[in-house]
């Protein structure tokens, strides 16, 4: 980190303001001035400060003053001809309009309980807000407007921790108060290319046990995040070495393998969304007993459970799709009940040539095969409605997908076959072996 940026705070506001698109610039430009009218200092604190420093381009625009928000915040939307939404339980107040997006907050101290409960809150100081953060390198603030303008709070060394390279908590008890900040710290670790500082690491390997204080939600939102990550293979990994997997469910685990697994991911075109991919990588590891039982502790949504228990269970197809003599037919069949992220993941880890390249066609041309007739056109035909109908409409689907079919005409004739009984209908039940 250049020496002008430690030494001189001030020279942030300027690289701030150039980092804003021009329609957040100019709202964030209304607020500081109602703010100053009311005579109050706002402040850009946390990860947008760290940011700033970082040169990371987009700044997320978090503000904190002492006392409420919510008259400044009326005010910013009425000049700004956006919304204002009030969010009393946090203290917190958000500015939008169609091209921007303010978030405010009161300055608050906080208080757990117990380990892993949600703080209790009350006003404090801006000093007393900065104590209750997660790490060094967020627990800065930077004075927006007013005669402290410019001025940078950073009580805990943040900017030597950011030119160190170095992850640090505030205090020995960070994690155990709450222990998703141990899955941030190898997402900061690994976002940045810092290192954890070598007592918090002691302190995150000490209070690993702490994630199980934590509720699914809470755990699933950040390891969400972590997914999210421009390379999140290599936060994984390193909570693969540090047990952080472990410690969220004992079965979960990550190897170099699924690393190249998930680069491959941002190569190739995708058939699902790449959180749901990931998840999806990550269940090829587990039995299906497992699968279910981290979807359980992640409290997954229902799409993203069915990704990571879908690949769980489709691993165990995998043999069978190396068989050279598996008609496309039979693939489809096997293959459309589960979801496409599970698919996708067993595709891009699949040893056997065979069977990579039956789940790529799959992907790619299979599961689009459609027939030319429909359920009406084969009611003028002459075929009863009901399982009868179904099981035509399967016979023209595998004759279309094994070439046995490639017309309107052809499956007329197939069609007239079962009709006269000279076609033999497929048995319900899926295909061979």
């Not at 700033?52 to 400044?72: F, K, Q, Y």
């Not at 039979?330 to 390249?357: D, I, N």
């Amino acid at each position: 980190m250049a020496e002008e940026t430690l030494t001189k705070p001030a020279n942030l506001l300027p690289r701030l303001r150039r980092g804003l698109a021009d329609s957040v610039g100019e709202a964030l430009e209304v607020v500081l001035r109602l703010a100053e009218e009311e005579g109050r200092t706002l402040y850009l604190v946390g990860g947008g400060v760290r940011d700033v420093v970082l040169r990371r381009g987009h700044v997320d625009i978090d503000l904190v003053g002492e006392g409420p928000m919510a008259s400044l915040a009326e005010k910013a939307a009425l000049v700004l001809g956006g919304r204002w939404v009030e969010h009393r339980a946090f203290g917190t107040v958000t500015v939008e309009g169609q091209d921007f997006r303010l978030d405010l907050a009161m300055a608050r101290a906080e208080k757990y309980a117990r380990p892993g409960a949600l703080p209790k809150v009350r006003p404090a100081s801006i000093d007393e807000d900065l104590d209750r953060r997660d790490f060094t390198i967020n627990a800065m603030a930077l004075a927006l407007c007013g005669r402290e303008r410019g001025r940078l709070l950073d009580r805990f060394d943040g900017m030597g921790d950011i030119a160190g390279g170095r992850v640090r908590v505030l205090h020995d008890r960070s994690f155990i108060d709450d222990a998703t900040r141990i899955l941030r710290a190898v997402r900061y670790e690994t976002r940045f290319g810092f290192g954890i500082e070598e007592k918090t690491l002691a302190l995150l390997k000490r209070d690993l046990a702490y994630l199980d204080t934590i509720s699914g939600a809470r755990v699933r939102h950040e390891f969400l995040r972590l997914l999210a990550e421009d390379e999140p293979e290599q936060s994984l990994l390193r909570c693969q070495e540090l047990g952080v997997l472990a410690a969220i469910h004992g079965a979960l685990r990550f190897d170099d393998e699924l690393a190249a697994a998930f680069r491959r991911t941002r190569r190739a075109g995708r058939a699902a969304p790449q959180p749901e991919v990931h998840l999806a990588l990550l269940g090829t590891r587990l039995s299906p007993a497992d699968a279910e039982a981290v979807a359980l502790r992640l409290a997954l949504s229902k799409r993203q459970r069915q990704a990571l228990e879908g690949a769980a269970a489709l691993a165990e197809l995998v043999s069978w799709l190396s068989r050279a003599d598996a008609r496309p037919s039979q693939v489809v069949e096997r293959l459309e009940s589960y979801p496409l992220a599970a698919v996708e993941a067993c595709g891009l880890l699949a040893q056997q040539s065979t069977a990579k390249r039956m789940l790529r066609r799959y992907l790619g041309k299979w599961r689009y095969v459609k027939t030319s007739l429909d359920g009406r056109a084969l009611a003028r035909l002459g075929v009863a409605r009901g399982p009868a109908m179904k099981d035509v409409l399967r016979l023209l689907k595998a004759a279309r997908l094994d070439g046995q079919a490639s017309s309107r005409e052809e499956e007329m004739k197939l069609v007239r076959g079962v009709l006269e009984g000279t076609v033999e209908l497929p048995r319900t039940g899926g295909g061979e072996g």
